[in-house]
C-alpha cells in the first residue's frame, strides 16, 4: 500500500479530515488538483461546534488569529444603503463578548467555543500548513484524481500527477472530498436529490482599505439590502475585504451595484468576479465499500445560514475516527458502515434548516417594493411591514444554534438504544441533553477546566458525583476488541444534575453511547455496540 487513507480534494472538509487522521496516527495522502489554495470568497464563518472540533485538533487559537478581529461586533444589518439608517440590526456579540458569556455560563446551554469569522481563503492556506507540519500527511497540490477501483483489498486509483504523468496510487480507502460537483461520487453512480439552482447570483470580491472603518451605521459582518437583486455584502476576516452577492446581467454591474450599496466615495479594487448557484441537495449515499464521499460532495446548501463547510467538517472527524479505529484492528465492520448512518441523517437535517432559513429571507425580501426609500406614508409602510418580517424571517438564518449543536445521531447502530421518548432537535434552540446519541453538553469543572479537555481521544466512562460503580467489567470488554477506553471520575454533584446519571459513556468524539446508574449486566454488548462489533 502507498498509504491508509488516500483524501481526493483539499477544501476544508479534506485539509480537517487529513489532520485529524494524521494526528490519530493514520497515513494519508491528500491530493489536490489545483497548485496552490487559490483567494477566492466562499465561507466565511466556522460555527461553534466546527470551532470546538478544531479546539479538539489543537488549531482552534491559530485560527481566531488568523480570523475576524476578536472584538468586532458580529452584527447583521438589512439595510438600504451603508449610510442610511438601518431598516434593522440584530446585535450578535464579538468573540470577545462570546467568550465572555461563555465563561460566566455553566448550565450546558452554551458551546465551549463561539463562532469564529474566517474566510475561506485564510481557512485553506492555514490548514493546509498544518497538515503539511504532520509527518503522516503528505499533501499533494497539483496532483488530480482520475480514477478508481476497488476490491475487497483496497482502493487503486489513477492519478494525474503535478508533471503531467499519470500514476496508480494503492490504498486502504479513499475519501472523496472533492465538492459540488464530485467526480468521486459520480464514478460511484450515487445521485443528488433535492433542490437544485434555485438563484443564480454573481458574487465579487473587492478590496477597499477604509471602508469598514467609514461605515457610520454600525460596525457587523453582513449587510442584506433591501431591494429587488438579493443583494448582500460580507465584511472579510481582514476588514479590507468585502464580497458583495446580487442578481444583475453582468460582471460589470457588480462594481454599479457596489457602489450604489457603499453609498460614499471610496477607493476600490474588485479581485474578482463569477457566478453561483443556490442548492438544497443530498447524496442518496455517503460510501459505497471502501470509497467514502464528504463535504459538498455529498450535501450542497444555500449558505447563508452557514451549513456547509461546517455539515462537512463534522463528517471529516466522525469519518476520521471510524476510519482510524478500523484501521487500527479495534473498529468492528458496524463502525465504518455506521458513517452513513450518522451523518446522511445530519446532512438531511442540514438541508433542511437551510431550506428553513432562506424561506425566511424570501419572506422578507418579499415584502421589497420600489417606494422603500420615499419620503412619504407609503415609503414608511413599506419600511415598516419589511423591517417587522425581517425581524422574524432574517433571524432563521442567524440563530440556528439547535443545528449546530443540538444534533443527535438517531438509530444509529454503534449508539446504546435507549428506551423512551427522545427530545426533539430544534433548528432554532440548544437544548442540552445527554440521551444517547447527543454531543455531551460543555461545563466548567471547579478548577476551571472545561470538562471536554478533560476528555481523551478513545472512549470514556464519565463517572461522576462519587458513584462507587465498578468500571472494571466494561474496561475489560473494551480491552477484549483492543479499543482504547478510560475511566474519568467527576466528584461534583452539579454535573450529576446536569447530566442526569451516574455514569455516561462517550465516543472519541464527545457523542454520548450510552447513559445509567449501573452499568449494563452485559458490558461486553456495550463495548461491541460502540466499537461496531
Ligand atoms: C458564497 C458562499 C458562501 C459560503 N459561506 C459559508 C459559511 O459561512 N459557512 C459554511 O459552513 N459554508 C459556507 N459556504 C459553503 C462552503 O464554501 C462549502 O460548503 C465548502 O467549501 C465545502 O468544502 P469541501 O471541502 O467539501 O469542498 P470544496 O471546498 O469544494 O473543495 C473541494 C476540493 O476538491 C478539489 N478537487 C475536485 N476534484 C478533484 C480531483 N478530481 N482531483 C483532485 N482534487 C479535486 C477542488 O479543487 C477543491 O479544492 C459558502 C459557499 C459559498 C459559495
Not at 468586532?72 to 439595510?79: E, H, L, S, T
Not at 460511484?188 to 438563484?199: D, H, P, S, T
Not at 472545561?450 to 476528555?455: E, V
Amino acid at each position: 500500500m502507498d498509504t491508509q487513507v488516500l483524501i481526493v480534494g483539499a477544501g476544508p472538509v479534506g485539509l480537517t479530515l487529513a489532520i485529524d487522521l494524521g494526528r490519530r496516527g493514520v497515513r494519508c495522502i491528500l491530493l489536490e488538483q489545483k497548485e496552490a489554495p487559490q483567494f477566492l470568497p466562499k465561507m466565511e464563518r466556522c460555527n461553534a461546534r466546527t470551532m470546538e472540533i478544531y479546539r479538539r485538533m489543537g488549531i482552534a487559537q491559530k485560527i481566531r488569529d488568523a480570523g475576524f478581529p476578536r472584538d468586532v461586533p458580529m452584527d447583521v444589518f438589512i439595510i438600504t444603503s451603508l449610510i442610511e439608517p438601518p431598516l434593522l440590526q440584530l446585535p450578535y456579540p464579538s468573540v470577545a463578548q462570546a467568550q465572555a458569556e461563555i465563561a460566566a455560563c455553566n448550565d450546558g446551554t452554551m458551546p465551549l467555543e463561539p463562532y469564529q469569522l474566517i474566510s475561506q481563503y485564510t481557512l485553506e492556506p492555514l490548514l493546509k500548513s498544518v497538515a503539511e507540519s504532520n509527518p503522516n500527511i503528505d499533501v499533494r497540490y497539483g496532483c488530480e484524481y482520475l480514477a478508481c477501483e476497488q476490491d475487497s483489498g483496497g482502493v487503486r486509483a489513477r492519478i494525474k500527477n503535478s508533471d503531467g504523468s499519470t500514476s496508480l496510487l494503492q490504498a486502504d480507502y479513499l475519501v472523496g472530498c472533492d465538492g459540488g460537483s464530485s467526480l468521486v461520487r459520480r464514478q460511484l453512480g450515487i445521485k443528488l436529490q433535492g433542490e437544485a439552482n434555485l438563484l443564480q447570483l454573481r458574487q465579487a470580491l473587492y478590496r477597499c482599505d477604509d471602508l469598514f472603518d467609514r461605515i457610520p451605521i454600525g460596525k457587523g459582518r453582513h449587510y442584506h439590502v433591501a431591494d429587488a437583486h438579493s443583494t448582500f455584502l460580507i465584511v472579510q476576516d481582514s476588514t479590507r475585504h468585502f464580497t458583495l452577492h446580487s442578481v444583475v446581467d453582468s460582471d460589470d454591474d457588480m462594481k454599479t451595484m457596489f457602489e450604489q450599496v457603499v453609498a460614499m466615495p471610496v477607493q476600490y479594487e474588485m479581485l474578482y468576479v463569477g457566478q453561483w448557484k443556490q442548492n438544497l441537495l443530498l447524496a442518496d449515499s455517503y460510501a459505497h465499500n471502501r470509497v467514502f464521499l464528504a463535504g459538498d460532495a455529498v450535501h450542497l446548501v444555500i449558505p447563508t445560514g452557514g451549513l456547509g463547510m461546517n455539515s462537512g467538517v463534522g463528517d471529516a472527524v466522525d469519518l476520521s475516527w471510524k476510519l482510524a479505529a478500523t484501521l487500527q484492528g479495534w473498529g468492528g465492520p458496524g463502525l465504518l458502515a455506521s458513517y452513513e448512518i450518522d451523518r446522511r441523517q445530519i446532512g438531511a437535517r442540514n438541508v433542511d434548516a437551510s431550506r428553513h432559513a432562506s424561506r425566511g429571507r424570501r419572506a422578507w425580501r418579499a415584502a421589497y417594493r420600489p417606494n422603500i426609500r420615499d419620503q412619504t406614508p407609503e415609503g414608511a409602510e413599506t419600511r415598516a411591514n419589511l423591517t417587522r418580517i425581517a425581524d422574524v424571517e432574517q433571524r432563521k438564518s442567524n440563530e440556528m444554534i439547535g443545528a449546530e449543536l443540538g444534533y443527535r445521531y438517531i438509530a444509529s447502530p454503534v449508539i446504546w438504544p435507549e428506551a423512551g421518548d427522545a427530545p426533539e432537535p430544534d433548528f432554532m434552540k440548544y437544548v442540552p441533553t445527554t440521551w444517547p446519541g447527543a454531543r455531551l453538553p460543555h461545563v466548567w469543572l471547579a478548577d476551571g477546566t472545561a470538562l471536554h479537555d478533560r476528555i481523551g481521544d478513545g472512549y470514556t466512562l464519565l463517572r461522576l458525583a462519587g458513584t462507587q460503580a465498578d468500571a472494571t467489567p466494561l474496561e475489560q470488554a473494551f480491552a477484549a476488541y483492543g479499543a482504547p477506553f478510560a475511566a474519568l471520575d467527576i466528584d461534583e454533584e452539579r454535573l450529576r444534575e446536569l447530566y442526569g446519571h451516574d455514569l455516561l459513556l462517550l465516543r472519541p468524539d464527545l457523542h454520548v453511547v450510552w447513559r445509567g446508574n449501573r452499568l449494563p449486566d452485559d458490558a461486553l454488548k456495550l463495548a461491541a455496540i460502540a466499537t461496531g462489533h
